[in-house]
């Protein structure tokens, strides 16, 4: 059964830094790219990045490039976002998601979502 | 770039057929035949429905079906059912190489 475990939400001040982590199980994780999404409280669905199965083409939203970098480690088969400069409106649920092609180059369809780590960026 | 432009609600009595729009530019939905189309129940998270513009990932129900007309797609449920209450949103490639989501659009199942 594939798994997605998010972790590492949690309050920060504005201009703080916080690194969300993603654990997959369950399927191959090295093969598959990997994309986080966010949704700010009673919100829509916000695409923030996404990177390759090997981790070497990162794609950005433009509201987080430059502030936000996605890494994986696949020894560990986990999945990052590191966020830096965190603004009120990265305030939001953030999901990790698997996406659905093995070995391809597509960012998305994301066929499988984690339960969301909650980040809440305030003073 | 803004977001895909979704009807805020629809709603639909038990059985009948609705359909929700998603419109974007040439530079997304109608450049790329990469059209996804998500269920979110509240608390819980997002359903692949629909991908590449038209297709079902298996253990969805046929009556789900997906389409896309220049730089609009559209997702129909028939024969609606309580359970398909929830929000739906619509996603695409873009030229820009990034993924760009709909604003949501909430179903009521009357």
């Known amino acids: ?123 | 770039q803004s977001a895909l432009t979704q009807p805020a609600s629809v709603s639909g009595s038990p059985g009948q057929s609705i359909t929700i729009s998603c419109t974007g530019t040439s530079s997304d939905i109608g450049g790329y035949n990469y059209v996804c189309w998500y269920q979110q129940h509240p608390g819980k998270a997002p359903k692949l429905m629909i991908y590449d513009v038209s297709s079902r990932p298996s253990g969805v129900s046929n009556r789900f079906s997906g389409s896309k007309s220049d730089n609009t797609a559209s997702l129909t449920i028939s024969g609606l059912q309580a359970e398909d209450e929830a929000d739906y949103y619509c996603t695409s490639f873009t030229s820009s190489s990034a993924i760009i989501f709909g604003g949501g659009t909430k179903l009521t199942v009357l």
């Open chain 1, 1 to 123: 059964e594939v798994q997605l475990l998010e972790s590492g939400g949690g309050l920060v001040q504005p201009g703080g830094s916080l690194r969300l982590s993603c654990e997959g199980s369950g399927f191959t994780f090295r093969n598959y790219a990997m994309t986080w999404v966010r949704q700010a409280p009673g919100k829509g669905l916000e695409w923030v990045s996404g990177i390759s199965f090997g981790g070497g083409d990162t794609y950005y939203a433009d509201s987080v490039r430059g502030r936000f970098t996605i890494s994986r480690d696949n020894s560990k088969n986990t999945l990052y976002l590191q966020m830096s400069s965190l603004r009120a409106g990265d305030t939001a649920l953030y999901y990790c998601a698997k996406v659905k092609w093995e070995l391809h180059g597509a960012i998305d369809p994301f066929d499988y979502w984690g339960q969301g780590t909650l980040v809440t960026v305030s003073s």
